[in-house]
């Protein structure tokens, strides 16, 4: 699993989004990271990279790219995490979701006696 940011100096969207990166990045554990200017990219990077800032995760050989610009680290960071794969929110959730229309179900029953 791995993040690559991908900035230009010259882009003021870059640089509003650089204090929130750094943010986001100190909560990426387990996670390699990368920055890549675009002065330093190569042939291949350059044609996946529409615009700038471009945020690319790449986890089991699969890539997915978040574009644009982004000033809070805290909802940067979650959004990467949510790319990356959480864990065990989903049985979380669907276990609170069967708990919500088990609960329906029971209440319309004693409605209807």
Same mark, same amino acid.
């Given at each position: 699993?791995?993040?690559?940011?991908?900035?230009?100096?010259?882009?003021?969207?870059?640089?509003?989004?650089?204090?929130?990166?750094?943010?986001?990045? *100190?909560?990426?554990?387990?996670?390699?990271?990368?920055?890549? =200017?675009?002065?330093?990219?190569? *042939?291949?990077?350059?044609?996946?990279? +529409?615009?700038?800032?471009?945020?690319?995760?790449?986890?089991?050989?699969? =890539?997915?790219?978040?574009?644009?610009?982004? +000033?809070?680290?805290? *909802?940067?960071?979650?959004?990467?995490?949510?790319?990356?794969?959480?864990?065990?929110?989903?049985?979380?959730?669907?276990?609170?979701?069967?708990?919500?229309?088990?609960?329906?179900?029971?209440?319309?029953?004693? +409605?209807? *006696?």
């Amino acid at each position: 699993m791995s993040v690559t940011f991908y900035y230009a100096d010259w882009c003021p969207h870059c640089k509003n989004t650089k204090p929130a990166w750094k943010k986001a990045k *100190a909560g990426l554990r387990d996670v390699t990271v990368r920055e890549v =200017e675009d002065q330093q990219m190569s *042939a291949d990077e350059k044609a996946k990279i +529409s615009g700038f800032p471009t945020f690319v995760v790449t986890k089991n050989g699969q =890539e997915s790219q978040i574009t644009g610009e982004r +000033s809070d680290g805290a *909802a940067l960071l979650k959004e990467l995490k949510a790319k990356l794969g959480g864990g065990g929110s989903r049985r979380r959730r669907t276990h609170r979701r069967q708990r919500k229309l088990r609960h329906r179900t029971l209440r319309n029953y004693k +409605s209807l *006696a």
